[in-house]
């Protein structure tokens, strides 16, 4: 197997080093332009691809002006704007619900802290991040997404297995500076090369400091299987 650093830390800061010469200019993919608009896409995004949700916003953000269009259109009008979404009837039940709560509790602006967002319907401490980070600048944690809980546990930098706990373990060791961009490079390393099945270990910049990598380990750590069951699980 590839064979990681000393520590934690020191495996952390060199994979971080790499991933920002592979992917200099990463960032967040989903469109908007306002808070409302990223509170409203990030919801969206869960289990749903990002490509997916910009497809779909594209022509949401021109219907609907603020929170209380969206608190006020009828449950099936606003599902049937988003049928293409994954869980589409429950994520307009959120955002009319958050909305709602938005116009009610916070003079019609998003809010800035971590528990009055997460007090919203469909907002979790992943979407509060991202909402935080990319709407309000503000950074106090580090969103943990499924290419970031597969690819630090692949890596193994951390070894719990829910997002919330891999993200405690990963502000140890993670430089604060870096918190969000660290996101972005995983996401970015996911999509691109250490895909969910069948990655591409021999092409990966990272592999001889990954103790899961293909090219001489059986066991992928994201969930401590052998590669093949993997393949054979994704093609039955
Ligand atoms: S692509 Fe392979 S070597 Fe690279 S990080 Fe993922 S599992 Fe490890």
């Not at 997460?118 to 991202?130: C, E, I, M, P, Q």
């Not at 970031?148 to 060791?173: C, F, K, T, Y």
Request: aromatic letters at 6%.
């Amino acid at each position: 197997m590839g064979t990681p650093l000393e520590t934690p830390e020191a495996q952390t800061e060199e994979l971080i080093h790499r991933l920002h010469e592979k992917y200099p200019d990463t960032t967040i993919s989903l469109t908007f332009s306002s808070r409302l608009e990223l509170l409203i896409a990030v919801i969206l995004s869960a289990q749903c691809t990002d490509e997916r949700v910009n497809g779909t916003t594209a022509e949401l953000f021109e219907k609907y002006d603020g929170a209380g269009a969206y608190a006020e259109v009828e449950q099936d009008e606003l599902a049937s704007d988003l049928d293409s979404i994954t869980y589409f009837n429950n994520k307009a039940k959120y955002i009319r619900s958050a909305c709602q709560d938005i116009i009610d509790h916070h003079d019609e602006t998003v809010p800035d802290t971590m528990d009055e967002l997460t007090d919203l319907a469909g907002v979790g401490r992943k979407t509060a991040n991202v909402v935080l980070q990319h709407g309000h600048d503000i950074v106090e944690g580090i969103v943990v997404d499924t290419h970031v809980q597969r690819i630090s546990r692949r890596l193994g930098v951390v070894d719990a297995e829910r997002p919330e706990a891999i993200e405690s373990e990963l502000m140890e060791i993670v430089p604060e500076g870096e918190w969000q961009q660290f996101t972005h490079l995983l996401i970015s390393h996911g999509r691109a090369t250490c895909t969910a099945i069948n990655p591409d270990c021999a092409d990966c910049g990272l592999n001889e400091l990954c103790p899961s990598s293909k090219l001489d380990s059986d066991i992928d750590l994201a969930d401590g299987e052998e590669w093949w069951s993997l393949w054979e699980s994704s093609y039955h």
